[in-house]
């Protein structure tokens, strides 16, 4: 063998190791310093809701919330959720709900959204919309990632 293709084997042989070790070791813990931020969902900016609805539920996916008479609904598979948004915003979002888990329950602790406004601010992380800091209770913020994928961090409680 080529010392490439040699070097090639035993990179993946260790990666291999790595993910049979990973694998019955428990999910890393976040650090006390992490964001907590919550649920997350996708928000997908639909033209039809009827119509997505009915597709996403031939994946598998079915209502948890909602108002469809309102133009939107919460549909999850597992821990998996997504959001279908007729007519209320442009593009698709990754959301977060700080204050729930997976399944809409309260979170006993959690960090509020103005927190989280804040931390991130002080990163150098630009907002494009901002929680108000005299509130408490349900308030949001918005930013998005590098590749201007548009982030929502919505706490509803």
Known sequence: MKPTLL???GVLAACGNMAHESSSN???QPSQNAMQLGNFSV?????DLAESRA????LGFTPV???PEH????LQNGTTTIGLFQGMFEGNLLTFNPGWD???EHLDEFTDVRELQRRLEAQGVQLHSRADESTTGP????LSDPDGNVILVDQHR
Do not use: C, D, M
Not at 43 to 47: E, P, W
């Open 7 to 9: 070097a090639l084997v």
């Open 26 to 28: 428990p999910s890393p």
């Open 43 to 47: 928000s997908l900016s639909v033209q």
């Open 55 to 58: 597709f996403y539920e031939k």
């Open 65 to 67: 919330g909602g108002q």
């Open 71 to 74: 133009n939107w609904l919460i």
């Open 102 to 104: 997976h399944r809409k």
């Open 139 to 142: 308030a949001s913020f918005t």
